[in-house]
Structures are given as structure tokens and as C-alpha cells.
């Protein structure tokens, strides 16, 4: 069946370091692919999103690249603030239009 | 951008009775809605597809006669936890599609809730 696999955390960093979170993925066909982030005491929100094979996702400085060869769709931000301190979730759905799978949540947390 | 709203944000309770989730699209018509739930600390797992106008769709595992789930309109679908018990206090997420999304084929994107905390006594 179709799952998602991301790095346990939590994962500390201080401010400006470099992020990567790894997120890999079984499905079958063409996923699209997602993370998610979820800041303390609010909802999901989409942080970007890739939907075919070799196609960057990016937003706020983070970026993901939807590597079919290797099932993955790692997160990478080059230098973090504190405000990124949050959960993140990587996610596929097999077909537009039905729920998400998701992973089971990284969370980070930034100091300065 | 779409916005989904749910109500109320946070809900304590006793043992034994029943509580109701408001799910909205604000600016957006929905004919599917996906409720979630996701403990402490987990990732959050599908609990029911809800769709406009029909039945909706539970996951395996999840009781259709404890969690009601009504999609009475394009905007609004409702989670009604009867009989709760401290077992069932968790937080509950919706997300809508926008009508017509899942046409253009894959990576139409969903539009998550703020989630709503329940915990029963």
C-alpha cells in the first residue's frame, strides 16, 4: 500500500544552520507530493508541493525536488530561523481529489 | 486564499455524551471533505471521506455509528462524536477540496482546518 517515511526528531538546530529533513515514499503509479508544516496551536498548512517526477517544490526558502529514482522528497531549507520552529509533514495522494497520507511528522526546533 | 474554518477550536466534555465539529469552507464550495484525527505527538490518520449529499465513506477501523459525519451542503460537513469517552479525546482535522479540484489531474491542493481539540472527562 501506499505509506510515507520521514526522519524521526526531533531535530535542534541553531539559527542560519542548514536543514534537511528526509521523507521517502511506496506508492503505486504517480503520487503528488506534499509537506505540510504546522506551527504550535494552529492547523496544517501547505508548504509546497511537487507533482510529477524531477519537479522542485519551493516556498519561504524551503525546497523539496520529487526524486522518483530514489522515492524521495527530502526537505531542505539552506539557513533557518526560529520562526520555522514547527511540525512537518510529508505527504502523497495517488489521485487528485483524495486524502493525503501522511508521514509521521518532524518536528524542529530552532535556536538563536 | 481558501480558507477552512472548524468549530469550536478546543471542547472538554463529559464521559457519555455527544459532540458535535463544524467543518467550513469560507470562501470555496467543497464537495469532498476529509475528516482526520491525529493523537499527541503522531502523524494524522484519515478517519472519513465526507462527500456532499451522500453517505460518507469511513476508514477501516472507524465506527460509522460513533463518529456521524453529515456533508448537508457544499460548505458545511459536520463530526458527531456520540457517547465519548476519554479514549476518543484527541484533535480532529478537516480538509476540504474546492469543487471541481481532482479534474486537472494529480496535486490539487487541500485546504486544512485549524483543527478542533477534544478532550472528555
Known amino acids: 500500500g501506499n505509506s510515507v517515511t520521514q526522519m524521526e526528531g526531533p531535530v535542534t538546530l541553531s539559527e542560519e544552520a542548514f536543514l534537511t529533513i528526509n521523507c521517502t515514499y511506496t506508492?503505486?503509479?504517480?503520487?503528488?507530493l506534499f509537506w505540510y508544516v504546522q506551527y504550535p496551536g494552529e492547523g496544517l498548512q501547505l508548504l509546497l508541493k511537487a507533482t510529477k517526477a524531477d519537479d522542485k517544490g519551493s516556498n519561504k526558502g524551503f525546497e523539496a525536488t520529487y526524486r522518483k529514482e530514489t522515492t524521495s522528497f527530502h526537505l531542505e531549507k539552506g539557513s533557518v530561523q526560529v520562526s520555522d520552529s514547527a511540525v512537518y509533514f510529508c505527504?502523497?495522494?495517488?489521485?487528485?481529489?483524495?486524502?493525503?497520507?501522511f508521514g509521521k511528522g518532524t518536528t524542529l526546533s530552532v535556536s538563536s | 486564499g481558501a480558507v477552512v474554518s472548524q468549530h469550536p477550536s478546543w471542547v472538554i466534555c463529559k464521559s457519555g455524551t455527544s459532540v458535535k465539529i463544524e467543518c467550513r469552507s469560507l470562501d470555496f464550495q467543497a464537495t469532498t471533505m476529509f475528516w482526520y484525527r491525529q493523537f499527541p505527538k503522531q502523524s494524522l490518520m484519515l478517519m472519513a471521506t465526507?462527500?456532499?449529499?451522500?453517505?460518507?465513506?469511513?476508514e477501516q477501523g472507524v465506527e460509522k455509528d460513533k463518529f456521524l459525519i453529515n456533508h448537508a451542503s457544499l460548505t458545511l460537513s459536520t463530526l458527531t462524536v456520540t457517547s465519548a469517552h476519554p479514549e476518543d479525546s484527541s484533535f480532529y482535522i478537516c480538509?476540504?477540496?474546492?469543487?471541481?479540484?481532482?479534474?486537472?489531474?494529480?496535486?490539487?491542493?487541500?485546504?486544512f482546518g485549524p483543527g478542533t481539540r477534544l478532550t472528555v472527562l
Open positions: 505527504a502523497l495522494n495517488n489521485q487528485a481529489g483524495t486524502a493525503l497520507i
Open positions: 465526507s462527500n456532499e449529499g451522500s453517505k460518507a465513506t469511513y
Open positions: 480538509s476540504a477540496f474546492p469543487r471541481g479540484a481532482g479534474r486537472g489531474g494529480q496535486g490539487d491542493t487541500q485546504y
Open positions: 506508492a503505486t503509479g504517480y503520487p503528488s
